[in-house]
């Protein structure tokens, strides 16, 4: 039964930065892709960045490219998500997904 536990989210100022961590655990698949998608209240789910695995191919949705970036260490089972000047737009519950599974979430909350 695969596992992933978010980290990493919190209260930050608009332009500040956070890093998400997503952990996963009884996953034994050798190639997959690891994604982030968040939840703000009121709007639709949205897809904001994936990578592969065996070729560290990566997705960033337009609202996020040149602010996030994701990696991940193959030796840990851990995937991340660097968000950098972050507007209150970006408030959300993030949450990591691989295969058909996905995490709990993590609150992330944008405000002066």
């Known amino acids: 039964h695969v596992q992933l536990v978010e980290s990493g989210g919190g209260l930050v100022q608009p332009g500040g930065s956070l890093r998400l961590s997503c952990a996963a655990s009884d996953f034994t698949q050798d190639f997959y892709a690891i994604g982030w998608f968040r939840q703000a209240p009121g709007k639709d789910r949205e897809g904001i960045s994936c990578?592969?695995?065996?070729?560290?191919?990566?997705y960033y949705a337009d609202s996020v490219q040149g602010r996030f970036t994701i990696s991940r260490d193959s030796a840990k089972n851990t995937a991340y998500l660097q968000i950098n000047d972050l507007k209150p737009e970006d408030t959300a519950v993030y949450y990591c997904?691989?295969?058909?599974?996905r995490g709990q979430g993590t609150q992330v909350t944008v405000s002066s």
């Open positions: 997904w691989l295969a058909n599974y």
């Open positions: 990578i592969h695995s065996k070729d560290g191919t990566t």
